[in-house]
């Protein structure tokens, strides 16, 4: 297995376009989670999905982001509009047990 | 709400010195606590966590819940153990995880 996929590994984009990050878990996962990383705050837990059903997005900052998971195969985080303060690195893992197992990330830089 | 604290953001140490890297945390319950740990150009991955009470890489650390702590020791650090260091922890019943920001460990050789 590759383990959790993410696209793009680099993207950088201009203040107001619209962002989507893609991941896909590892087969037969049946948890998944999406994290963005900051040098100011760390790790920081978005969303998090259980058999394709969003269970707490908490941690989504505001109405511009958005997660689906249309399968268990396929998950996406979408930031309309995006800005420069979400410029981070956004992880995606996935999970059967308690490990959670973990993506290269995504670098997004927002000009 | 859960929050874990580790108080150094970097940490040097000579090859064959020991190390710890300090956690610490806030939860009325039963936590589970776990490493995970990323070295350079690779992905965020477990170390090892505290039900397992095992040692990985001669990494141990131990859960003391009444300092509500659970601080990752070695005795005699190596330059392969250079990496960042990220304590987590998830509260019973959840597979949520909660990190803290991470401490860089820097072996020296």
């Known amino acids: 297995d590759a383990g959790v996929i993410q696209s793009p590994r680099h993207e950088v984009t201009e203040m107001g376009q619209e962002v989507t990050l893609r991941c896909k878990p590892i087969s037969g996962h049946d948890y998944l989670f999406w994290y963005r990383q900051t040098m100011m705050r760390g790790l920081e837990l978005l969303i998090y999905?259980?058999?394709?059903?969003?269970?707490?997005d908490s941690g989504m900052p505001e109405d511009r982001f958005s997660a689906k998971m249309p399968n268990a195969s396929f998950s996406t985080l979408k930031i309309q509009p995006s800005e420069p303060r979400d410029s981070a690195v956004y992880f995606c893992a996935s999970s059967l047990s308690r490990e959670l197992f973990f993506g290269e990330g995504s670098r997004l830089t927002v000009l | 709400a859960q929050r874990v604290t580790q108080p150094e953001k970097l940490l040097s140490v000579f090859k064959g010195a020991p190390v710890e890297l300090k956690c610490n945390y806030s939860y009325s319950g039963s936590p589970e606590l776990f490493w995970y740990v990323q070295y350079s150009r690779q992905r965020l991955q477990l170390l090892l966590r505290?039900?397992s009470r095992e040692s990985i890489k001669g990494f141990t650390a131990d859960l003391n819940k009444g300092e509500t702590s659970f601080h990752l020791k070695k005795p005699f650090a190596q330059e392969e153990d250079s990496a960042m260091y990220y304590c987590a922890l998830q509260r019973a019943g959840s597979y949520q995880l909660t990190f803290g920001k991470g401490t860089k460990l820097s072996v020296i050789p």
């Open positions: 999905f259980n058999n394709n059903v969003p269970i707490d």
């Open positions: 505290h039900i």
